[in-house]
C-alpha cells in the first residue's frame, strides 16, 4: 500500500517554506503533592482555577472537569490524578513564553495554597505508585492501560517539559532526524526524575527509562533506532507501529488488533473516509524525543523532565534553539562523528539516562559544541533569547544536572528534602529563567 496519499496530507499541515521567524509554543507538566510528598488530586483546583470568569472549562463527557482554556494559558488534566499541565504559545519568541507562563504559574500557585498543595518543579511524582486508581478518568485512558498494559501506568507519574517550533515543510525529515539525535544532550543537561516510589532508582532519568519499556523493540518512545530517509520512510515507520486505539461515534474509543497498516487495510487504504482521522490518533501516541506535529506545523521536543522552577525556561530555550540551530549542529555533528554519529549517539542516550552529566561524551567538547551553536542561533534571532540557556552552560561547567542534586538532597533527607528543594508555593521564589 502507498503511504503517499498520507504524507502529502501531513505535509501540508507545514509551511511551505521554513518560516522566516521560527514561533514557539511550551506544555508545561508539574506533579501537584502534598507537603509529605504525595500526589494531590488536581481535580479540588479547578473550582479556584475557574474563579474569574475568564476561562472556558472543557470536560469528559461533559462531567468530569479536564481543562481550562484562556486567552493567554490553558490548563490541562494529565493521565495521573495528581499531574497538571499548563499550555502557552504560540509566541513570537522565547519572552512570550516566558511572560504567559508565569502568568498561569502564578494562577496555579495561589490556587494550590489555597488548598495546602505544592508544585514541583521536577519530573515524576516522587511517592505516590503508579496504579490503574491513580489514573484521571478518561475513557481513552483505560482503553491504553488494555492496549499497553503496565508501562501504560508510567505516564501517571511523569512530568515533561515539552517545546513546539514551527517549521517549514522542507524541513520536517531533516530536523526531526536531529532533534530525536539530540535526545541524549536534553536528558544529559535536563534529567530531574530519579526518586520514585520514596526510591533512589538509580538512574537520572526515570521518565526516558521506564518509559522506554513501552513496545520497547519498535522504539515507540524516546529515541527511534535510525534516522528517517523521507517524508514517505517516515509514514511507514509510523504505520507499522501497534495500533493502540480507533474512534467509536464521538466520544468511544475501543482496542484494536495489528498495526495501523493493518487498520488500513481492512478499511481500504489511504483513501477511506476514516484514515486520515485514525492516522492522526494513532501518531499521538507514538512518543519519540521528537516528532512533527502536522495540527500544528510544529516539531515537539519532548525528551526534558521538568526543570527547577526558578530555572524553568531552560527545556524550551534548549528544544527550540536545538530546531533553530539544527543545520549546524547537523554539520557539526558530522565533521565530528561522520556515517557512525546515530548509533554512538544511541549508545550514550543509555548512559546518560543513567548517569546524567557524569556519563563521558562521545567526543570531548560535544555539549559544549551544541550549546555554543544553539546560543549563537538564537543570539542571531536578535531578541535576546540566548539568556534562557544561562542554566544549562552552568550546569555543563558543574557537570551537574537537577537530577544529581536532587538525588544529593534525597540522600540526605529523604523525600521531604525532595519537596523543599523541589517544591515551590505562591510565596516561594517565582520562576525565572
Same mark, same amino acid.
Given at each position: 500500500?502507498?503511504?503517499?496519499?498520507?504524507?502529502?496530507?501531513?505535509?501540508?499541515?507545514?509551511?511551505?517554506?521554513?518560516?522566516?521567524?521560527?514561533?514557539?509554543?511550551?506544555?508545561?507538566?508539574?506533579?501537584?503533592?502534598?507537603?509529605?510528598?504525595?500526589?494531590?488530586?488536581?481535580?479540588?483546583?479547578?473550582?479556584?482555577?475557574?474563579?474569574?470568569?475568564?476561562?472556558?472549562?472543557?470536560?469528559?463527557?461533559?462531567?468530569?472537569?479536564?481543562?481550562?482554556?484562556?486567552?493567554?494559558?490553558?490548563?490541562?488534566?494529565?493521565?495521573?490524578?495528581?499531574?497538571?499541565?499548563?499550555?502557552?504559545?504560540?509566541?513570537?519568541?522565547?519572552?512570550?513564553?516566558?511572560?504567559?507562563?508565569?502568568?498561569?504559574?502564578?494562577?496555579?500557585?495561589?490556587?494550590?495554597?489555597?488548598?495546602?498543595?505544592?508544585?514541583?518543579? $521536577?519530573?515524576?511524582?516522587?511517592?505516590?505508585?503508579?496504579?490503574?486508581?491513580?489514573?484521571?478518568?478518561?475513557?481513552?485512558?483505560?482503553?491504553?492501560?488494555?492496549?499497553?498494559?503496565?508501562?501504560?501506568?508510567?505516564?501517571?507519574?511523569?512530568?515533561?517539559?515539552?517545546?513546539?517550533?514551527?517549521?517549514?515543510?522542507?524541513?520536517?525529515?531533516?530536523?526531526?532526524?536531529? &532533534?530525536?539525535? @539530540?535526545?541524549?544532550?536534553?536528558?544529559?543537561?535536563?534529567?530531574?526524575?530519579?526518586? $520514585?516510589?520514596?526510591?533512589?532508582?538509580?538512574?537520572?532519568?526515570?521518565?526516558?527509562?521506564?518509559?522506554?519499556?513501552?513496545?520497547?523493540?519498535?522504539?515507540?518512545?524516546?529515541?527511534?533506532?535510525?534516522?528517517?530517509?523521507?517524508?514517505?520512510?517516515?509514514?511507514?515507520?509510523?504505520?507499522?507501529?501497534?495500533?493502540?486505539?480507533?474512534?467509536?461515534?464521538?466520544?468511544?474509543?475501543?482496542?484494536?488488533?495489528?498495526?495501523?497498516?493493518?487498520?488500513?487495510?481492512?478499511?481500504?487504504?489511504?483513501?477511506?473516509?476514516?484514515?486520515?482521522?485514525?492516522?492522526?490518533?494513532?501518531?499521538?501516541?507514538?512518543?519519540?524525543?521528537?516528532?512533527?506535529?502536522?495540527?500544528?506545523?510544529?516539531?515537539? @521536543?519532548?525528551?526534558?523532565?521538568?526543570?527547577?522552577?526558578?530555572?524553568? @525556561?531552560?527545556?524550551?530555550?534548549? &528544544?527550540?534553539?536545538?530546531?533553530?540551530?539544527?543545520?549546524?549542529?547537523?554539520?557539526?555533528?558530522?565533521?565530528?562523528?561522520?556515517?557512525?554519529?546515530?548509533?554512538?549517539?544511541?549508545?550514550?542516550?543509555?548512559?546518560?539516562?543513567?548517569?546524567?552529566?557524569?556519563?563521558?561524551?562521545?567526543?570531548?567538547?560535544?555539549?559544549?559544541?551544541?550549546?555554543?551553536?544553539?546560543?549563537?542561533?538564537?543570539?542571531?534571532? &536578535?531578541?535576546?533569547?540566548?539568556?534562557?540557556?544561562?542554566?544549562?552552560?552552568?550546569?555543563?561547567?558543574?557537570?551537574?544536572?537537577?537530577?544529581?542534586?536532587?538525588?544529593?538532597?534525597?540522600?540526605?533527607?529523604?523525600?521531604?528534602?525532595?519537596?523543599?528543594?523541589?517544591?515551590?508555593?505562591?510565596?516561594?521564589?517565582?520562576?525565572? @529563567?
Amino acid at each position: 500500500m502507498s503511504l503517499a496519499p498520507l504524507a502529502e496530507r501531513f505535509a501540508a499541515g507545514f509551511p511551505e517554506q521554513r518560516p522566516a521567524h521560527r514561533t514557539v509554543g511550551r506544555e508545561s507538566e508539574y506533579p501537584i503533592v502534598l507537603p509529605d510528598g504525595r500526589a494531590a488530586e488536581v481535580a479540588e483546583l479547578w473550582p479556584l482555577l475557574a474563579r474569574g470568569g475568564d476561562m472556558t472549562m472543557s470536560y469528559e463527557r461533559g462531567v468530569v472537569p479536564i481543562g481550562l482554556d484562556g486567552e493567554r494559558y490553558s490548563f490541562c488534566a494529565e493521565v495521573g490524578r495528581g499531574t497538571i499541565e499548563l499550555i502557552v504559545g504560540p509566541a513570537e519568541d522565547l519572552h512570550g513564553i516566558a511572560e504567559a507562563h508565569a502568568a498561569g504559574m502564578a494562577r496555579l500557585l495561589q490556587a494550590c495554597d489555597e488548598k495546602g498543595f505544592v508544585v514541583l518543579g $521536577y519530573g515524576i511524582q516522587p511517592l505516590t505508585p503508579a496504579t490503574p486508581d491513580f489514573m484521571t478518568p478518561k475513557q481513552r485512558y483505560g482503553v491504553l492501560l488494555e492496549s499497553i498494559g503496565q508501562p501504560w501506568l508510567w505516564f501517571t507519574l511523569t512530568a515533561s517539559d515539552q517545546v513546539h517550533a514551527k517549521v517549514g515543510r522542507d524541513e520536517i525529515v531533516a530536523l526531526t532526524n536531529l &532533534g530525536n539525535a @539530540m535526545a541524549p544532550v536534553t536528558v544529559a543537561l535536563c534529567a530531574n526524575s530519579p526518586i $520514585y516510589d520514596g526510591i533512589d532508582q538509580g538512574v537520572v532519568s526515570s521518565r526516558e527509562a521506564r518509559m522506554g519499556e513501552i513496545h520497547a523493540g519498535t522504539s515507540r518512545h524516546g529515541m527511534p533506532a535510525a534516522p528517517d530517509a523521507d517524508l514517505q520512510g517516515m509514514m511507514a515507520r509510523l504505520a507499522n507501529q501497534r495500533l493502540l486505539m480507533l474512534r467509536e461515534g464521538e466520544h468511544n474509543f475501543i482496542p484494536p488488533a495489528g498495526t495501523l497498516l493493518d487498520h488500513l487495510d481492512r478499511i481500504g487504504g489511504t483513501s477511506a473516509p476514516d484514515a486520515w482521522r485514525d492516522f492522526l490518533l494513532h501518531e499521538h501516541y507514538i512518543w519519540n524525543s521528537a516528532r512533527p506535529r502536522s495540527a500544528h506545523g510544529t516539531i515537539e @521536543m519532548r525528551s526534558a523532565c521538568q526543570q527547577p522552577l526558578h530555572e524553568g @525556561m531552560a527545556t524550551a530555550a534548549l &528544544g527550540f534553539s536545538l530546531i533553530e540551530a539544527g543545520a549546524a549542529i547537523q554539520r557539526f555533528l558530522d565533521a565530528e562523528m561522520g556515517p557512525d554519529a546515530w548509533g554512538a549517539l544511541h549508545a550514550w542516550h543509555k548512559q546518560v539516562v543513567v548517569h546524567g552529566l557524569a556519563a563521558p561524551e562521545p567526543f570531548s567538547g560535544l555539549l559544549a559544541g551544541v550549546l555554543d551553536r544553539c546560543a549563537a542561533a538564537l543570539d542571531a534571532r &536578535g531578541r535576546g533569547e540566548a539568556i534562557f540557556l544561562e542554566p544549562l552552560f552552568r550546569r555543563l561547567e558543574n557537570r551537574k544536572n537537577p537530577a544529581q542534586i536532587v538525588q544529593a538532597a534525597f540522600r540526605d533527607g529523604g523525600v521531604p528534602a525532595l519537596v523543599r528543594l523541589a517544591g515551590h508555593t505562591a510565596w516561594t521564589d517565582r520562576p525565572t @529563567m
